[in-house]
């Protein structure tokens, strides 16, 4: 069995808040983990709502099933931003920046 020992921080730096976010998914599916840094540049709501979705959306992609994890990647991350320019993505951002 693999064990992972990991920590995270995190800095504010010169923004009057902080904007990033990040994940620590460990075995979010047996053998598979997953860590992110989403780094806040298009947004703190923009980063928050990866931190929120982008597992979800990762396990539902079909080159993930196929253990296609790379093209699962970028496929998830074209998802993220065409969800993002919709109107329904830009009243998450809304809703999450409230």
């Known amino acids: 069995m693999l064990q992972f020992k ?7 730096g010169w923004r009057k808040s902080n904007e990033d976010a990040h994940i620590m998914a460990v075995d979010f599916v047996p053998g598979i983990s997953l860590f992110a840094v989403f780094d806040g540049h ?3 709501e ?3 709502y990866c931190d929120d979705h982008f597992v979800s ?3 539902e992609d079909e080159e993930f099933t196929k253990k296609n ?3 699962a990647l970028i496929s998830t991350f074209v998802k993220i931003d065409r969800q ?5 993505g830009k009243k998450a951002l809304e809703k999450i920046g409230k």
């Open 42 to 44: 298009g947004g703190s």
């Open 57 to 59: 959306i990762l396990m």
């Open 6 to 12: 990991f920590g995270a921080s995190s800095m504010q």
């Open 69 to 71: 994890y790379e093209a």
């Open 84 to 88: 993002l320019i919709s109107p329904a």
């Open 46 to 48: 923009v980063a928050k």
